[in-house]
């Protein structure tokens, strides 16, 4: 199924391998809180470490400014800030250069790493600088150097084509095995290879398992196929409801995207989040699912509140309705729980389930309860259904829930899985040599 090579495709014995990770890890006040990403990074290291490779590694964490290039460039959120008057491009950047070093540096992640693979891995303190050169030129064979956040470099976003070649330094061989980043077209995710500066470019175990898993499912899923999206615009998943709704038996909708499918329905939504210019696409999808024979789950009861709890976990008062009542002056915020016996039961009777995106405001205690639902639903499953979270946040909750042993595959994509589900081929895929 996939036509890409793989780093069991290449000697890299003695051989300068760049490899691209996505350690953009969740952190609290400098520490990992979920080292799902790095866990899934190790096989591949490990391999070329024991294979003799002089292992360069690299990643992003975050969206810092560019405090290690030359000139530091302002985002859109900033230039806007600016241009507002709130503040000038000077302080956003005196700003950025005092906090990032600290808050966005990959030096917690080398330091992990450097435990996990028994003091293996050093860190350089700049990408294409003088440490990262001097550590890269000196690595024996075995040995791993992680660099600083790329995107301590604009180049690494803007592709910049002198960047790549000095982030290539003198590395034969490029892994990709940052699935997480794979749909993004940047210099160390793609350009490095398609500008032709390193030219045997193949993938790590990560990408291919992530690949194998829900490629499978989807093109040749045991069936009954239950998709459930959720998540909070139908403008963000159009693509992935059109290509799931072909490929699954049933899709169940839940999450704010779902007050749209019940507008498109005729249905009163109240206060509930709402996409106008989607109405028509979905009443599309009700249509295409009724000619296919699919079918197309919608909640039938609905949590609503007064207003939207400030802050987001605030103690709140609900009130559950049939989803064809919701009162004008109320919004929808979770799925209600005739809603979650239904998509529980639907859940039990599948052979695979793909779910992404959660039911509700699930950061709130009172407006988790969908969320936890489908969660379980998946669980109780457990050996005898295929489930695949596709990332995100429901990766989040069914973490936080206790619940990740008890699916068969969690991805470490969340962007990135959601884009493969809609079938679109991934930039940091595309460029690697084919099999
Ligand atoms: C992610 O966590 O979504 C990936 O690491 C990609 O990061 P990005 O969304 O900032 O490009
Ligand atoms: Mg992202």
């Known amino acids: 199924m996939m036509n890409k090579k793989t780093v069991r ?17 969740p952190m609290k006040d400098g520490v990992i809180t ?29 969206k810092p400014h560019s405090i290690l290039s030359a000139e530091v460039k302002l985002n859109k959120k900033d230039k806007k800030k600016v241009e507002a008057g709130e503040t000038t491009a000077e302080a956003i950047i005196e700003k950025a250069k005092k ?48 660099l600083e956040n ?29 699935f997480g980043t794979a749909h993004r077209s940047h210099a160390s995710t793609a350009a490095i290879v398609e500008y032709g500066i390193i030219k045997t470019a193949v993938c790590g175990f990560l990408i291919e398992k992530e690949l194998s898993v829900m490629g499978a499912t989807i093109e040749n899923p045991p069936r009954p196929f239950v998709a459930i999206l959720g998540g909070a615009k139908v403008a963000d998943k159009l693509n992935v409801i059109s290509n799931l709704l072909e490929k699954c038996d049933t899709l169940i909708i839940g999450g704010g995207m779902a007050y749209t499918f019940l507008k498109a329905k005729g249905y009163e939504v109240g206060t509930s989040l709402l996409d106008e210019e989607k109405i028509g696409y979905c009443k599309d999808m009700i249509d295409k699912a009724a000619k296919m024979g699919k079918e197309l789950v919608l909640p039938i009861d609905t949590v609503t509140t007064s207003h939207f709890p400030e802050p987001i976990d605030a103690a709140i008062d609900v009130k559950t309705v049939p989803s ?10 979770d799925i209600g729980e005739k809603t979650r016996k239904l998509y529980a039961e639907k859940v039990a009777g599948a052979k695979a389930v793909v779910w992404n995106g959660p039911m509700g405001v699930f950061e709130n205690p009172t407006l988790a309860k969908g969320t936890i639902a489908v969660a379980q639903a998946l669980a109780d499953v457990y050996g005898k259904c295929t489930t ?19 699916m068969s595959h969690i991805s470490t994509g969340g962007g990135a899985s959601l884009e493969y589900l809609e079938g679109k081929v991934l930039p940091g895929i595309a460029c690697l040599n084919d099999k």
């Open 150 to 178: 790329l995107r301590f470099h604009w180049e690494e976003e803007g592709k910049d084509e002198s960047f790549c070649k000095a982030l290539a330094y003198d590395a034969e061989v490029y892994v990709n095995d940052a």
């Open 99 to 146: 906090d990032e070093p600290k808050k966005l540096t990959l030096a917690p992640v080398a330091k992990r790493l450097n435990e996990l693979l028994g003091g293996k891995v050093t860190f350089a303190t700049d990408v294409i600088g003088k440490d990262a050169n001097a550590k890269r030129s000196a690595l024996k064979e075995g040995e791993a150097v992680l």
């Open 388 to 406: 695949i979270i596709g990332g995100g946040d429901s990766a989040a909750a069914v973490k936080q829930l206790g619940f990740a042993d008890k």
């Open 324 to 333: 064809d009542q919701i009162p004008a002056d109320r919004m929808g915020m």
């Open 34 to 62: 979920d080292e799902n990403r790095i866990l899934g990074a190790l096989p591949t290291i490990e391999y070329l470490l024991d294979a003799g490779a002089k292992v360069t590694l690299c990643s992003h964490m975050g």
């Open 9 to 25: 495709d290449v000697d890299v014995k003695g051989k300068r391998v760049l490899v691209r990770c996505d350690f953009n890890v």
